[in-house]
């Protein structure tokens, strides 16, 4: 079962009241999704791309193998992916 542990997150008293604390608690939980993101792509072989590290491929060998596919096209599939 994945958890999250979150540190206490403080804010200087002279900063309170600005937002700040908020601020701080958003980019943890999405800096965790973004982890459990990373993660559960990773798991089905998608790469981070050179040019940009937030955009993920997957090879067409890679998926025809997590897929098994035979390259046929089947209903509903455009003819495309069997070139």
């Given amino acids: ?8 997150l403080a804010v200087d008293k002279d900063h309170q009241g600005k ?7 958003k980019d943890a939980w999405l800096r965790t999704a973004q982890a ?17 590290a937030y955009h993920l491929f997957l090879m067409r060998k890679d998926l ?3 897929l098994r596919w035979d390259g046929k096209a089947s209903v509903g ?3 495309t992916y069997d070139s």
């Fill in 1 to 8: 079962m994945p958890v999250v542990v979150l540190a206490w």
């Fill in 19 to 25: 937002g700040l604390g908020q601020a701080l608690l």
């Fill in 36 to 52: 459990a993101v990373w993660s559960w792509y990773g798991s089905w072989e998608f790469e981070s791309s050179h040019a940009d």
């Fill in 64 to 66: 025809k193998g997590l």
């Fill in 77 to 79: 599939m455009a003819s």
